[in-house]
């Protein structure tokens, strides 16, 4: 069973949505047959590619909405990534255009360590305060988790995996996306933002059925025995002699 998710790099609902997910995973009965493969968004592609060491006002209304709440959802956000296990320094942002770290990760999806790199990414930006925007910060992230730093510098400067983040982002519009996170499981049951644990369960649960349907193949029940629901008992042959 595929779960596609559509996230950004600096989309702080993300974060929590990664952890709350792979929470569910975990006592998911089939969570080890269940294929994860993250896809790329921008939720501003203008975002800076060489960013300032703090975000101005217009930034920090990118990121979290109204100027006048903004006090607020950064204290809502912070709970909510608490309560998921992560330590937000949203003070410290350096907010940053997240193209390039979608290539790394696409990058990433071909050396089997796809995950690994969104995780330190995430945790780069949204606890380090780092500038994910410069391609240094990503070859040095890279290097971290066993990546060649030379491979990774010379793919990030030329146009390596533009195509496949261009291509997410356009099925993410074709699919009418409207928020992130944006959960698709086996092309057929999609979620959109963060959800609590029984939605997500449920979803994995109604896919797994539909994809793993039961067939009862024991044949006629008046004939070898058997109490229907709601319907009375039949013998067995050797009953009725």
Known sequence: MNVEIWSDVICPWCYIGKR?????????PHGDQVAVIWRSYQIDPEAPKHPNTSMDKVQMTKQFGDPALVKVMIDRISTLAAEAGLEYNLEKI???????????????????????????????????????????VLVQIASELGLDADETRSLLAGEAYTHEVNADIKRARMLGIQGLPFFLIDEKYSLTGIQPANVL?????????????????????????????????????????
């Open 20 to 28: 709350q997910f792979e929470e569910v995973l975990k006592h998911f």
């Open 94 to 136: 350096v907010y940053s255009n997240s193209f390039d770290a979608q290539r790394l990760i696409h990058f990433a999806a071909t050396k089997q360590v796809q995950d690994a790199v969104l995780e330190r990414l995430l945790k780069a930006y949204f606890t380090d305060g780092a500038a994910i925007g410069d391609q240094e």
């Open 201 to 241: 369960t449920d979803a994995l649960e109604k896919a797994w059925l539909d994809a793993h349907p039961l067939i009862d193949i024991s044949g006629n029940r008046e004939e070898t025995g058997a109490c229907e629901i709601d319907n009375g008992c039949f013998p067995t042959p050797n009953q009725n002699t």
